[in-house]
Each structure stands twice: as C-alpha cells, then as structure tokens.
C-alpha cells in the first residue's frame, strides 16, 4: 500500500471530517482538500510536466501549500524532497542539484535569492507558492491517482551534513507506511477527532508525523505563524480538542516555562511528541510536572524515520512518579517490527549493560543513499543500519544511548560520553541547559569542556558545578573547563551544534 491510496481511503472513510486548517480559520475538509490535490497533481504533470518517479523540492517554512503540495506530489506518483528554506540559496541549489529535483517550491521571501543562487539549475522550475500560477493551478482538472508500489521513493530526506556534505536519504512509500503503523502501536492511538499541531518543521519530523493523522483522519493545524509562537500555540489549546504536536527537547522547554506561568492553560494539549535530540532527565520531569501525563518519548533517525524505540507517555509518566530514573534516562523499547542489536568495532554482539554501536534492522531502514553506493555500503549491512550512535541494552531491553560515535571524548585511554556529564550538570537548579564536547589536550589526549546556560536570574560557579559532577560520576569524568554563555547554537530541529562550540573554543583558547 502506498501513501497516496491510503488518503484515498480516508477521503472516503471521512469526506466531510476537517483536514487541513490555517490557525483558527476555517477548515478544508477530506473531500475539499482531495480536490485541491487532484487539481494540484495535473498541473504537476501536465504543465510542469514532470514524470513519475520525478523528485519535486519543498522548500518552504509550514504552511497549507506545503501539506497540499506533499499530498499531490504522491497523488502524482512524485518523490517530496523536503529541505529546511532556512539554509543558504547555495546549500539548496546543491540539494536540488544532487537530487536532480525538476521543480522547487518556494515562498515569496526565498524566490529571487534562490533564483539568483540557481541559475546553473538548468532543468530547476522554481515555483512561488504565493503567485498567481499556483491558484490557478487549483481550478485545473483532476488527476488520476498514479499507480505508485510500495518501493517507489516517497521522501528523499538530506542529513544535516555535520560530517560533510548532506547525503540524501531514500524512503520508500513502503517505509512510510510502516513508521505510521508503529505510531499506532508503540507511540499513541490517532482518530478522526485527533489534531497534529505542525510548529516544528514540516521538514523534518513534524511533516512526516502528519502521515498517521491523514491515515485515520484526523486535522492537520498549520499555526498563522508558520512556526512555534508559544502564546498563539497555547491559544489553539484554548480553542481545540486532543491536540498533539511533534516536539523537540528545545520548543518542550519553552513551552514548560510558560505553562508554569499560566498552570491549566491548556484543555485541548493531548501530547507533545518528543524527538530529534536529546531529552534529558530533569527537563522530562519537569514536562511531566507541569503537563502531567501527556509527554511521550520516540527515538529515530532520518535514516530509519521516527522509528526505533519509544516510550509512550503513560510509561513516561509512571517512571516520573515513581522515580525512575533508569527508565528516563532511557529511549525506551525497542519498536514493534524493529530488531536492535549492540556491537563493537569488529561488528560482534556485546553483552547486556555493555555499550557499543546501535544497530536497527526493519522495515522503516532506509533504501540507501541517494546516488552514494559507497556511503550505502558503509551504513547499510545485508539490511541492518548503522546508526552510528553509541549505546546500551540493559536487561529489561531499555535503549540507553550514550551519544553519537564521533561525540565520545577518549581521555587518559577512557571513553567519556558527554551525554552523562551533561545529566549530572543539568540536575543543579540554577542550570537551564549543557553541553559538554571534547578538545584537543597534550596530556590526556581529550580535555572535557562543558557550556553552560544558567535559569535567567540564577547564577553557578564553577565550584558549585564540580561538586555537582562529584556526587553522580566518577571524578576523571569532571569538565575541565567550564564556559558561561547565554544560549546554544542549534540547528532548526533543536540539536545542539557541537562543532560550533568546539570552533568557538578554538577561537578563545
């Protein structure tokens, strides 16, 4: 079954249910939308002409289009390629160029620095998703649904690129499918009632969540804002029912320090959906504390989307009250199709409590790479993933990560995952965020560096934080320097760009 017969369904199972909403105006509805992407879908391939199996850019912030724009894409038998529009012209014309994309569609905003950027796209149509043509294009006729297999690329997803140029992920209709039935079975149930609040970027993790709401009917809420405006979320709260939205550590942080500025403002939160980056102990406590049972937890990567291991937000819950901080600082179970395996460096299975390399086999692993067999190769073995994340199986099967392979700080001959030393330092009141990375050191090897951003108001010394790493692990794992700064350098899905902090260190030192 592929994506775009799936919506078929839902159009026939709820023609009348609300699909798609802009803020607080009105709704289209399944049948409504349908004929919007049918429309949609013709004019991609009969006037931009593009064939099957053809890839088509997004590259807008959150808007309606882009939801409509993905939905004909498949209708179309096209393959989406969502980019972040944050990015340089430069780094999207090389996504297009990579990708071979015959059209991309912007916003007005982007149109003439992406024009100028690609003009050696011969084969690129750019296309405004806020000029006439589009809404034209509204009024064109129907389109067949085109007969898409469930091995036909769905979304061709770019890495962030931290190791290098971005590579493109290849995910099937096929996987998709089988990301949105594990939601279903290891996340949290979705009905027609059910709202998905897109405030993180339909780029990422939040556009591929709106695939198990459309399969059950559900609304997709697109705020005004195109983003994550903390009061105008908590007044879509006020206004609908069993709202949920895909979240990362970073927007749960904002969204705790006003809730606890305004307790009980929020009659129609159902969950906040957590992933994309760490989320550490004493900030899930705190969500749990301020929003009660409503913080589920779900471990990914693009390569294998949304879908390794997660703890729903009733088992989240249980292990705040009871004060479980084993199961917290967990990723949770291991997904209901999906087998994880730990490795060392020769690829042998470790020992349960031994940490290694993670390793996923199941059907949401990635096809490959997009036109890098040797990348493939390196990442992919006979069908398992290389996740290249280091972590632990402990023997209950809970999913400890420790952090990513190329993170880890080899000081003195000894690993250090930076990821322990930042829970130790984040369980000091005054400290609001952490992030530890290693440098070069003549003695050691590695030298551990901690930047810290202190609660507005609230200050620690240095002192104070090393008795801190004291009293929960071991002392050679204590920072050797400690920075203050006044925020993190993140990129748009809330990941902490460690190479930057160890680049602003090289500039200090």
């Not at 009969?46 to 912030?61: I, P, S």
């Not at 209708?75 to 090389?94: D, I, M, R, T």
């Not at 994550?228 to 969204?255: H, M, W, Y």
């Not at 420790?402 to 880890?408: A, L, N, P, Y």
Request: net charge negative.
């Amino acid at each position: 079954m592929n994506l775009s017969h799936l919506f078929q369904r839902s159009v026939q199972l709820y023609p009348e249910r609300p699909a798609l909403a802009h803020g607080t105006r009105a709704s289209w509805t399944y049948a409504q939308l349908d004929a919007r992407i049918q429309s949609l879908a013709y004019w991609l391939r009969h006037t931009l002409q593009l064939n099957a199996g053809d890839r088509v850019m997004l590259a807008m912030k959150n808007c309606p289009q882009y939801m409509e724009l993905m939905l004909a894409s498949w209708h179309a038998g096209l393959c989406v390629v969502p980019v972040n529009s944050k990015l340089h012209p430069n780094e999207l014309v090389y996504m297009a160029q990579d990708s071979g994309s015959r059209a991309c569609f912007i916003q007005t905003g982007l149109f003439a620095a992406l024009q100028q950027a690609g003009a050696g796209v011969d084969t690129l149509q750019l296309v405004d998703v806020d000029s006439d043509a589009y809404r034209q294009a509204l009024e064109d006729p129907a389109f067949a649904v085109a007969g898409n297999s469930d091995a036909d690329l769905a979304w061709l997803f770019y890495t962030s690129g931290t190791t290098g140029r971005p590579k493109g992920v290849m995910l099937s209709h096929g996987n998709l499918v089988s990301m949105a039935m594990h939601f279903y079975s290891d996340v949290q149930p979705v009905g027609s009632e059910d709202v998905l609040a897109h405030v993180a970027p339909m780029s990422h993790g939040s556009g591929l969540y709106s695939i198990p709401y459309f399969i059950k009917g559900a609304m997709q809420l697109v705020p005004e804002s195109g983003g994550l405006d903390v009061p105008e979320l908590f007044g879509l709260f006020a206004k609908c029912r069993n709202v949920s939205l895909f979240a990362s550590p970073t927007i749960v942080q904002r969204l705790v320090q006003h809730g606890k500025q305004n307790p009980g403002a929020w009659p129609g939160l159902r969950a906040m959906l957590v992933g994309g980056a760490p989320f550490y102990i004493e900030d899930i406590k705190a969500a749990v504390q301020c929003f009660g049972p409503r913080i589920a937890q779900m471990y990914g990567q693009g390569e294998s989307p949304m879908t390794i291991s997660a703890l729903p937000a009733e088992r989240l819950a249980r292990a705040v009250a009871e004060d479980d901080n084993a199961t917290l600082a967990s990723v949770g179970f291991a997904q209901t199709a999906i087998r994880i395996s730990i490795v060392d460096g020769d690829g042998k299975p470790v020992a349960a409590g031994t940490p290694g390399e993670v390793i996923v086999r199941g059907p949401t692993v990635m096809a490959g790479y997009w036109n890098n067999l040797e990348a493939t190769r390196q990442t992919v073995l006979d069908g398992a993933l290389r996740t290249g994340d280091i972590g632990l199986l402990d023997e209950h099967g809970l999913l400890h990560l420790k952090d990513r392979s190329k993170d880890v700080i080899i000081s003195g001959g000894t690993n250090i995952y930076p990821r322990e030393v930042e829970e130790a330092l984040l369980t000091h009141p005054a400290v609001q965020e952490v992030s530890v990375v290693g440098i070069p050191d003549p003695e050691w090897g590695e030298a551990v560096v901690a930047f810290v951003v202190c609660d507005p108001g609230m200050a620690v010394t240095e002192a104070d934080l090393d008795a801190m790493c004291i009293q929960t692990i071991a002392r050679f794992k204590r920072p050797k320097r400690y920075v203050f700064a006044t925020e993190l350098p993140k990129n748009s899905t809330g990941k902490v760009l460690k190479r930057d902090l160890q680049q602003r260190l090289g500039t200090v030192q």
